[in-house]
């Protein structure tokens, strides 16, 4: 199975944008409603929270991790990867790819978790492949509690994304990489507020097809993940909110279990 | 020992209450930065590290133990009375006497995060002591982030602030219990929106009123707290907007130490 961990459910994303893309593999997904979120922790508590969510993924059958929290995979990529042998991917590598790819004039904004802009991955990452490349970033720790309020067409939601993207609109950007999975649900407020002529580069859908390629490359891996079944979505807590954002982001029910 | 614990900073509130009022006491304050908020989270989560918490300081010497968190006051104090052998306060009960004592028309508004206000703890406590009266209850689960944000004095958080306050303001109230120990750091944003005749409870004041007269009450256990010494502040996880709140709350450097 492929194992996919978030701080929450922003990370159903990312396993949504899999289902379509890969409908013939499994997902085991784990979401630590109890901790969430991580983006305003430390990155000591997110490592070790991270750790955590992998020993349960490979315990209950994942063959690869996907890390589906920007705040978990800029703080804790490299830490999982020296620690677990299994094949571990994140959401920020791809969608770097996708938004160096795409700039015409080398200026590229990111927003995420106060955790996420903090550790500068965006920027070491971009600028691995590019130096020349100018990033500009901003923190939105509210946006996260507005998606899971569902508050996603509010007049307050809209002025705190024009607020948060205000200093990256002054710097003449011609990509934006959404740094949090939560934030594909407000895409349609980020767009018209950042301006048309910024491309919005979403990691979730970034990810899948980078998982897409890797498998058409690496058969073997393929095959020891094609078993068939169903996918099966594990919480560290269950409610209400969680339960409504989940749906929201399937466009179905999803049976929520209690794990970990 | 006086042990204080909360879901993070918020309880500060109720801490700095204390410390005013009690000055010879020392305190014992645990916040549960890894795990926070708690308003957010299932019943059975809030239980669990409840009783967590509370183990860490009795195991630190507290005496007797004040939770300092509505979520947690409002589906935890039953289970951790009969688990546990020491007094043990909380925040509900005392903003309750306050409020029931002020109010002229019997009519009280109560607002928290969703934890609190699902439970319905504030009617349930208002109805058993006057049970004629009438109790509106709103949930507002976007203040805790907002106050975390240190938007105390923002456009946006005012108008997030009238929007949650608009139902009780209908309902002709004339009491208003801040139902979230976060809440007092936007008091002065939610005065003017609920109405000048709306006298405002703030349950950090009520219980620290409340511990005072049983102290006096009951010297006895007055005695075993009075032995001196500095207070503590113990959290889970530290981070840069902790710091900054606590040393709002206090109005002076607070060093946080990591337990648990």
Request: aromatic content about 8%; charged content about 25%.
């Amino acid at each position: 199975m492929i194992g996919i961990f978030d701080s929450g459910v922003g990370g159903m994303t990312v396993a949504r944008a899999i289902e379509k893309k890969l409908p013939h593999y499994r997902l085991i997904y784990f979401g630590d409603l109890a901790r969430t979120p991580y983006g305003s922790k430390s990155p000591e508590t997110i490592r070790k929270y991270a750790r955590q969510n992998t020993e349960f993924l490979l315990s209950r059958g994942a063959k690869i991790i996907l890390i589906a929290c920007n705040s978990a995979a800029s703080v804790a990529s490299d830490s999982l990867r020296e620690e677990f042998s299994v094949p571990i991917f994140e959401v920020i590598t791809p969608a770097v790819k996708k938004a160096v790819a795409n700039t015409k004039n080398g200026r590229i904004g990111v927003i995420g978790t106060r955790a996420t802009i903090k550790s500068r991955i965006y920027e070491q990452k971009i600028q691995d492949l590019r130096p020349g490349f100018k990033v500009f970033a901003s923190s939105c720790p509210l946006l996260v509690p507005l998606v899971e309020e569902g508050w996603l067409n509010k007049r307050e939601t809209k002025m705190i994304v024009r607020r948060y993207l205000h200093p990256l609109k002054m710097k003449n950007i011609d990509t934006l990489v959404l740094g949090c999975t939560h934030y594909p649900l407000l895409k349609k407020l980020i767009g018209p507020r950042i301006g048309k002529r910024v491309r919005v580069i979403d990691s979730s859908q970034a990810i899948a097809a980078d998982l897409q390629s890797f498998l058409a490359e690496n058969p073997e891996v393929a095959k020891i993940l094609s078993s068939g079944g169903e996918s099966k979505y594990y919480v560290s807590d269950v409610t209400q909110a969680a339960m409504e954002t989940a749906e929201r982001i399937f466009g179905r029910k999803i049976e929520l279990r209690i794990g970990a």
